[in-house]
T-cell receptor
Framework: AQSVTQLDSQVPVFEEAPVELRCNYSSSVSVYLFWYVQYPNQGLQLLLKYLSGSTLVKSINGFEAEFNKSQTSFHLRKPSVHISDTAEYFCAVIFSNDYKLSFGAGTTVTVRA | EPEVTQTPSHQVTQMGQEVILRCVPISNHLYFYWYRQILGQKVEFLVSFYNNEISEKSEIFDDQFSVERPDGSNFTLKIRSTKLEDSAMYFC???????????FGSGTRLTVV
């Protein structure tokens, strides 16, 4: 069965500390991988994506994610978070036999001073 | 940056009433999606629309739901007789043709009382 799993529902973190959000998927076909961010009372914004090529992808605001095919993972990391990174983060997958986005349950990141 | 526009941003309706949620997708995109996010839960696929027809729908998308394209640019999601459990954030999305980066609207928060 095809699925997307985010292992952490909530991640509290102090400002300037690193953070890692875990995402794993299950699939027998090739995948396209995404991270979306939802700030409080706002819509979904694409943070970064992996389609092909380099397995390490980066966003303009310091986040990065690495596609690991053997571990079927696409974990999101940031070496130093800001208060403004407080948001809900969703991992999402497009399975190549089904071209709609499938979302994980989301991880709430709360950054404290 | 192309945008997907949704109206209204927030709607409160009484149980049993009909609601129409509107979306203006990115122009020239043929595919169009509606997703739903119940408070605190994952983002769920509702329906995809391609070339003026429903191409796929989830089990959530029962007979109470319908999707239309009343004119060349607008899409609507209609819930014929709302239930309390329809309270959620509803997002429309335009997927990129070559980039697979879905662009989401800012959402409509539907509250059924």
């Amino acid at each position: 069965a095809q699925s997307v799993t985010q292992l952490d529902s909530q991640v509290p973190v102090f400002e300037e500390a690193p953070v890692e959000l875990r995402c794993n998927y299950s699939s027998s076909v090739s995948v396209y991988l995404f991270w979306y961010v939802q700030y409080p009372n706002q819509g979904l914004q694409l943070l970064l994506k992996y389609l092909s090529g380099s397995t390490l992808v980066k966003s303009i605001n310091g986040f990065e994610a690495e596609f690991n095919k053997s571990q079927t993972s696409f974990h999101l990391r940031k070496p130093s978070v800001h208060i403004s990174d407080t948001a809900e983060y969703f991992c999402a997958v497009i399975f190549s036999n089904d071209y709609k986005l499938s979302f994980g349950a989301g991880t709430t990141v709360t950054v404290r001073a | 940056e192309p945008e997907v526009t949704q109206t209204p941003s927030h709607q409160v309706t009484q149980m049993g009433q009909e609601v129409i949620l509107r979306c203006v997708p990115i122009s020239n995109h043929l595919y169009f999606y509606w997703y739903r996010q119940i408070l605190g839960q994952k983002v769920e696929f509702l329906v995809s629309f391609y070339n003026n027809e429903i191409s796929e729908k989830s089990e959530i998308f029962d007979d109470q739901f319908s999707v239309e394209r009343p004119d060349g640019s607008n899409f609507t999601l209609k819930i014929r007789s709302t239930k309390l459990e329809d309270s959620a954030m509803y997002f429309c999305a335009s997927p990129g043709v070559t980039t697979y980066g879905y662009t989401f609207g800012s959402g409509t928060r539907l509250t059924v009382v």
